[in-house]
């Protein structure tokens, strides 16, 4: 019996090609640089299954041009790049990978936290440039993290890791999210509802843990920055869009809010250019689940999707397996 086949847009890692492999016929786009449009469209029109990133759209267009699609699976929490409803109407199921980056996501949301708060991407330029000229009392002074306040927006998987962690620091934990958490959670992270105004008002750290969905689309604009204190610092881990970029280059510009360090942008791969040239931001390369061990569990997690879908399965992480009876 022949397999079915799959087009993959990266060559992923050994151990989820090794799945890959097993049932199907697999193809891999290799070449360094992103696979165009075009070609994708090309690639994926006589193949039963596709695994892609973030960065490719899986919309109404991708689907029309390929008539046997059954399965699509992105290797990324996030799925905002595939149009869920627009799968469901070709019967294509579509999975994404949570669960396994939820620890490695909240670490880097708290290594973005603390390097802003410290300055330290500023001192470290400064002393490739050659010019510090030794320990001085008012030198790069930040803001202290013990102790203060941490508003979280968004106490889902990775929302509520990065309260776990804010513990060992003695902070006051504020958190606002679409539904109340449950009580034992609450008390367990020592986590405090907020109506998102009180929130703004208060942290003097915003961590933002919502998917982007039309509801968050914009939530910090600049009337939310507005309402942050001159010492708040953002930290923006989840999507770009989430934050108005142009409200929050006028903000650090004018010192409004203290800082933000930011993994993700609105217009990826660009970034807002009144963000480049500002010292009280820090701009990471969306590398937020970056770790060896995370990402291959993610190509893993996306492998094991379609293969379960073909193998006559529950694929773990359907996003419509509801909506196909599955
Ligand atoms: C990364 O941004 C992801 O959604 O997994």
Redesign the pocket.
């Known amino acids: 019996m022949t397999k079915p086949s799959v087009f993959s847009t990266r060559p992923l890692f050994p151990a989820a090609r090794a799945i890959l492999e097993q049932h199907f016929e697999a193809e891999y786009w290799t070449a360094p640089e992103r696979i165009p449009r075009t070609e994708l469209l090309r690639r994926v029109a006589d193949k039963d299954a596709l695994v892609c990133l973030?960065t490719e759209k899986v919309d109404e267009e991708l689907l029309a041009a390929a008539p046997k699609l059954r399965a699509v699976a992105?290797?990324?929490?996030?799925?905002d790049n595939i149009d869920v409803a627009a799968c469901t109407r070709h019967k294509v199921v579509a999975t994404?990978?949570p669960g396994v980056?939820d620890e490695t996501?909240a670490d880097f949301a708290w290594t973005l936290l603390m390097a802003i708060a410290r300055r330290l991407v500023e001192g470290d330029a400064w002393l490739r440039t050659g010019s510090w000229p030794g320990w001085e009392l008012d030198q790069l002074l930040g803001g202290d993290i013990w102790g203060k306040t941490l508003g979280i927006i968004g106490l889902g998987r990775i929302g509520s890791r990065v309260a776990r962690r804010a513990q060992g620091f003695q902070m006051r934990i504020l958190y606002h999210s679409r539904h109340r958490a449950p009580l034992g959670l609450e008390a367990e992270l020592h986590a405090e509802f907020a109506e998102l105004d009180r929130l703004l008002h208060e942290s003097d750290f915003v961590t933002l843990h919502v998917p982007l969905l039309p509801t968050t689309r914009h939530l910090i604009s600049a009337e939310a920055l507005g309402k942050m204190k001159p010492s708040t610092y953002l930290i923006n881990?989840?999507?770009g869009p989430v934050v108005d970029e142009e409200a929050l280059a006028r903000a650090l510009q004018r010192g409004t809010i203290a800082g933000a360090a930011l993994?993700?942008y609105e217009n990826e791969p660009r970034v807002h250019p009144d963000l480049l040239g500002l010292r009280n931001v820090i701009l990471a390369p969306?590398i937020?689940?970056a770790t060896i061990e995370t990402r291959t569990k993610?190509a893993v997690l996306a492998a094991t999707n379609v293969a379960a879908i073909f193998a006559g399965q529950r694929p773990p992480n359907a996003l419509n397996g509801d909506a196909l009876g599955l």
């Open positions: 973030l992105t290797v990324s929490v996030g799925y994404n990978t980056l996501t881990t989840t999507r993994d993700v969306h937020g689940s993610m």
